[in-house]
């Protein structure tokens, strides 16, 4: 029996079609890889968080105008992308490259960030920018991208310090004792302990009703964060210890930006230092104005002299020494960042 050898036949245009369908496939995949996703939490234009979503608009502004069209950037407001957690694993996945995600969101996937939120670490605000971007912060930064795949830009402020409120006129350690405070994460729950208070965690969304109806007597937060939930409302006194500096890194996905042409990352690196510094700036005059407008809402300002904020730091240093040490992934970290501190606060 005679075998026919069956030959395919494949045409010229079915060929010329594959080929026109792998090179749509690649060039859209290659163009989307150029646009940088940055999720944020608030809506555009809110005038309270403009040192947060402007900065990142700068960063925008610089990106696009730098790279000649190479890179665009897509801002999405109003955390249309979900919460800072499910935002900052976006990151992580490349689902988007960059979130507005702080330090305490980051210390679910990086615990040694928290040495910087060792309570009443830095004297003022010169100090805690030299530390963050001096050789330790840059020893964090190195191990965040190791850990989670996030390279850090730059170190932004989240409104400068964080200080407590309360009903109640807390000008000395003592005066915090059985106070019921709001604060959220365990490190920020160390100094409140510390001074015989309790902590007590309570989402944002339920501050103010929990304030109001006496669920906790104070909280801590930015100036700019109290006045914008209207916190004067149901608060008398804000104790500007200085407690707490709010930071957040401004991270981009390593593999995203590994993927780039050296210009653009160049482009992507200057950016984010452009932005950065303009962020400082910025928290810096809304903390003065969100000082005035808080007096101008008849709440007392406590500001505590050097040595009563002394007290407040060597009752409350030992206890965060101890728990850092057993928490963080490299426990060395505290003792170089105390270091690091001593050393900035003396140039």
Known sequence: MMRVRYRPCISFEFLLLVFITISIT???????A?????????PKDMAAMEYVNGMYELFREEVERDSNGELKVQ?????????????????????????????GNYATIYRDIQ???MPYLFPDIDVAHRVLDGPVGTRV??????????RVLGWWETAGFKHYSSNKAIRRPADLKGQKMRVMGAVFAIPVSAMGGAATPIPM???????????????????????????????????????????????????????????????VLAAGKKAVIWNRIK????????????????????????????????????????????????PSLVDDVLQAVEQASME
Do not use: C
Not at 141 to 150: D, F, M, Q, S
């Open 26 to 32: 690649f060039h859209v995949r290659q163009s989307a």
């Open 34 to 42: 150029q646009t940088i996703r940055i999720g944020l939490a608030m």
């Open 75 to 103: 801002i999405y407001y109003g955390g249309v992308l979900g919460k800072p957690d499910e935002r900052l694993n976006q990151v992580r996945r490349n689902v988007i490259q960059m979130s507005d995600a702080s330090d």
């Open 115 to 117: 040495i910087f939120s």
């Open 141 to 150: 930064a190195e191990g965040l991208r190791r850990k989670t795949g996030i």
């Open 205 to 267: 969304t339920e501050l103010y009703i929990s304030l109001k109806t006496g669920v906790v007597d104070g909280q801590d937060n930015a100036v700019g964060v109290f006045n914008m939930l209207k916190l004067y409302e149901v608060q008398k006194y804000l104790i500007l210890d200085a407690h707490i500096y709010g930071f957040g890194p401004m991270g981009i996905n390593d593999a995203f930006f590994r993927g780039l042409s050296r210009r653009n990352q160049q482009i």
């Open 283 to 330: 928290s810096r005059l809304q903390e003065a104005r969100a000082l005035d407008f808080a007096r101008s809402k008849n709440v007392t300002l406590i500001k505590l002299p050097d040595k009563i904020k002394k007290e407040f730091a060597e009752t409350s240093r030992p206890l965060a020494v101890q728990w850092l040490k057993k928490t963080i992934d490299t």
